[in-house]
């Protein structure tokens, strides 16, 4: 089945399992290489532009952060034609001006996780992304200038560190990771952004803070309850947020990330096999003639 080309995505974490606005509303059941996305993927129009929405968690929210499957989600992605992914995390906070409610754009990442499937590479066909810069940097301003604008607390440039969960941190933990200079940290950044640069496809973050994880003795302890009272208090805002990028990513991109992986991979074409030139044709069918 043919669907409509879909060139902007926004992958919702938790409190966020729907755009409201959309009209002409599909739902896509799609099938990967790795199995099924997350959940039915949602596309529609948004004020002209034509959209697509996973909610990254499933909805009613059943997959933990180790469950998602990633590598489905972005192919799925991919396959619709999408260019540019928003994606929407919730984190807890490191530094005491980045205050529950405070929204941050990261510009680095640090992966603690140690069971999540990271690559589409591997059996047969050996690639290596350059990830120095983790998020797209034109999406990036384009994401604070809009955060500002719908009149965000927002920070902008920070790092985001990714452990792999599903239990919070231990307060050593967290002061361990406060003193590397980190800025919040979550479960869901990784490994989305690595296989979107994998993808060539331009990604972003809207890491909202929701906590202080477990580092100030001052405040409570983050909970489940406190994440979601935070969240659902910022939602109308991260939407309008969202409303207003995409409204205004560009047309063509002049950034790096279409071009990933013009010199990334090293394996010898005539050493690919069909099988693995056929599967991996949505990656790197453009290199591999």
């Known amino acids: 089945?043919?669907?409509?080309?879909?060139?902007?995505?926004?992958?919702?974490?938790?409190?966020?399992?729907?755009?409201?606005?959309?009209t002409e509303k599909r739902e896509l059941d799609i099938d990967t290489p790795y199995g099924k996305p997350s959940d039915v993927i949602v596309t529609g129009i948004l004020d002209g532009v034509r959209v697509a929405f996973l909610p990254r968690h499933g909805r009613g929210h059943r997959l933990t952060p180790t469950?998602?499957?990633?590598?489905?989600?972005?192919?799925?992605?991919?396959?619709?034609?999408v260019e540019h992914i928003i994606a929407i995390n919730s984190v807890g906070s490191f530094k005491k001006e980045l205050a529950p409610g405070h929204l941050l754009i990261p510009d680095q990442l640090i992966d603690r996780t140690s069971r999540r499937e990271s690559t589409f590479f591997g059996d047969g066909v050996v690639a290596h992304i350059g990830f120095a810069e983790p998020f797209c940097p034109n999406m990036r301003?384009?994401?604070?200038?809009?955060?500002?604008?719908?009149?965000?607390?927002?920070?902008?440039?920070?790092?985001?560190?990714?452990?792999?969960?599903?239990?919070?941190?231990?307060?050593?933990?967290?002061?361990?990771?406060?003193?590397?200079?980190?800025?919040?940290?979550?479960?869901?950044?990784?490994?989305?952004?690595?296989?979107?640069?994998?993808?060539?496809?331009?990604?972003?973050?809207?890491?909202?803070?929701?906590?202080?994880?477990?580092?100030?003795?001052?405040?409570?302890?983050?909970?489940v309850d406190m994440i979601i009272?935070?969240?659902?208090?910022?939602?109308?805002?991260?939407?309008r947020l969202v409303k207003l990028a995409i409204g205004r990513l560009p047309e063509s991109r002049i950034c790096a990330c279409p071009h990933a992986l013009k010199n990334a991979i090293v394996t010898d074409p005539k050493a690919i096999s069909p099988d693995r030139r056929e599967h991996l044709k949505l990656i790197i069918g453009k290199y591999i003639k």
């Open 1 to 22: 089945m043919t669907h409509p080309i879909v060139k902007v995505a926004v992958i919702g974490g938790t409190g966020l399992y729907d755009i409201e606005g959309l």
């Open 67 to 81: 469950e998602i499957p990633v590598r489905a989600n972005i192919w799925a992605l991919k396959s619709l034609g």
């Open 141 to 223: 301003q384009l994401l604070y200038d809009c955060a500002k604008e719908a009149g965000a607390k927002v920070h902008n440039g920070g790092t985001y560190v990714v452990m792999e969960g599903p239990a919070f941190s231990t307060r050593a933990e967290s002061r361990l990771h406060k003193s590397w200079g980190a800025d919040v940290i979550g479960m869901t950044a990784l490994p989305e952004a690595k296989l979107a640069r994998e993808a060539e496809i331009c990604y972003g973050i809207i890491a909202c803070s929701t906590d202080y994880d477990a580092w100030h003795e001052e405040e409570t302890p983050v909970t």
């Open 229 to 239: 009272a935070t969240l659902k208090s910022n939602m109308a805002l991260s939407k």
